[in-house]
Nanobody
Framework: QVQLVESGGGSVQAGGSLRLSCAAS?????????MGWFRQVPDKEREGFAS????????YYDDSVKGRFTISRDNANYTLYLQMNSLKLEDTAMYYC???????????????????WGQGTQVTVSS
């Protein structure tokens, strides 16, 4: 498994921006094939909304965040980022980064696709 540490969450007004970071352990980073961002609100399933191929840099987004959020990675610093712009009230959630090493189950949206998770960081959007 890969150790992942998230940072950058917080409170912001609607329309504002936040950037989340997810630092991976250096000695395992190049074993990672995919990384993704998920979010979860109480009593709901964790939903995947953005993913990136570490090797190619190809990105994938759910329609709910397309055009507002940008996922990126810095291979030199073993870090995944999520730039969130034009935040909405419904973006309020606990945000998790995830990493996939080895074989995959499901699609990039599925929690089962990933086998390492960060501890989560809270994002709260207020009016």
């Amino acid at each position: 498994q890969v150790q992942l540490v998230e940072s950058g969450g917080g409170s912001v007004q609607a329309g504002g921006s936040l950037r989340l970071s997810c630092a991976a352990s250096a000695y395992t980073y190049y074993d990672i094939l995919w990384m993704g961002w998920f979010r979860q609100v109480p009593d709901k399933e964790r939903e995947g909304f953005a993913s990136i191929s570490i090797r190619s840099g190809n990105t994938y987004y759910d329609d709910s965040v397309k055009g507002r959020f940008t996922i990126s990675r810095d291979n030199a610093n073993y870090t995944l980022y999520l730039q969130m712009n034009s935040l909405k009230l419904e973006d309020t959630a606990m945000y998790y980064c995830a990493a996939a090493v080895g074989t995959f189950v499901g699609t990039w949206r599925s929690p089962s696709f990933y086998n390492s998770w960060g501890q989560g960081t809270q994002v709260t959007v207020s009016s």
